[in-house]
């Protein structure tokens, strides 16, 4: 006979401290490490633009290593591996946030920084050279020129990296963290109702995303209206130049 689905202890699940604190705790993993993974993808992509042959060797070495790893065995590796290497790791200041902090940064910025590659390449080369003609410096022409521009064609694939970076934390459970699947977990296995306490902490990734992906809306509706707005211009102008031009 198959067992009922327990409102009960579903709305129990739902409304208790472990779940929401695991949902603030994986938000938390999740800011944190796409902010350190911008960070150090950033750099990544510029190695890869560099005209270094030996640093751009170094950057495809590291994306194709953290690209290929899956990011479970890479996350037992850090906290199972790293104490056996080095002996620093052994002590209780090693946390199971700070594993999942320091595998999931060196997994994503593989993948950002091809995304922010992508952006910075998209930018036309001759905004670089009218930024020179300027007597600008590389690194004004990057910061002033070429980022701003690539800001829009980055966001939304960032957009996306933050949501599956969410769903990724779930994988630091096998680690003993007690993000929101660890806290399902211990909540199923206290009685056995793997059903409600799975689906409880599915509602809670189901409400973050769709606010994430809100969000997502937003910032791309907000930078893409200036360029929308311009080809709009570029279109609508032959068409005023039309008129006399047709009445003659």
């Not at 963290?177 to 399902?184: F, H, T």
């Not at 929308?228 to 211009?233: E, G, H, I, L, Q």
């Amino acid at each position: 006979m198959v067992a009922s689905f327990d409102k009960h202890i579903f709305w129990e699940a739902l409304t208790s401290g472990p779940y929401w604190r695991g949902a603030l705790l994986a938000l938390e993993l999740t800011c944190a490490t796409l902010a350190a993974a911008l960070v150090l993808a950033f750099f990544l992509a510029l190695g890869k633009l560099s005209r270094h042959r030996a640093l751009r060797g170094v950057v495809l070495v590291y994306n194709w290593f953290f690209r290929a790893i899956p990011t479970l065995l890479l996350l037992l590796f850090v906290w199972n591996g790293l104490p056996q290497l080095w002996s620093t790791f052994t002590g209780t200041w090693y946390k199971p946030f700070l594993a999942a902090f320091i595998a999931l940064t060196l997994n994503e910025a593989a993948y950002m920084s091809e995304i922010i590659r992508a952006g910075l390449i998209s930018v036309d080369p001759g905004q670089e050279l009218a930024g020179r003609a300027l007597g600008m410096r590389r690194a004004q022409i990057l910061r002033r020129v070429i980022v701003p521009q690539a800001i829009r064609i980055i966001i939304p694939p960032t957009a996306n990296e933050f949501i599956t970076l969410l769903k990724l934390t779930s994988l630091a459970s096998v680690i003993s963290l007690y993000e929101l699947l660890g806290a399902s977990t211990v909540r199923g296995s206290q009685d056995f109702r793997y059903l409600e306490s799975y689906a409880a902490a599915a509602v809670y990734y189901l409400a973050i995303v769709s606010v994430l992906m809100a969000i997502q809306a937003q910032l791309e509706r907000r930078f893409t209206w200036r360029s929308d707005t311009r080809r709009r211009r570029r279109i609508a102008a032959p068409a005023v130049a039309a008129g006399p031009h047709d009445a003659r």
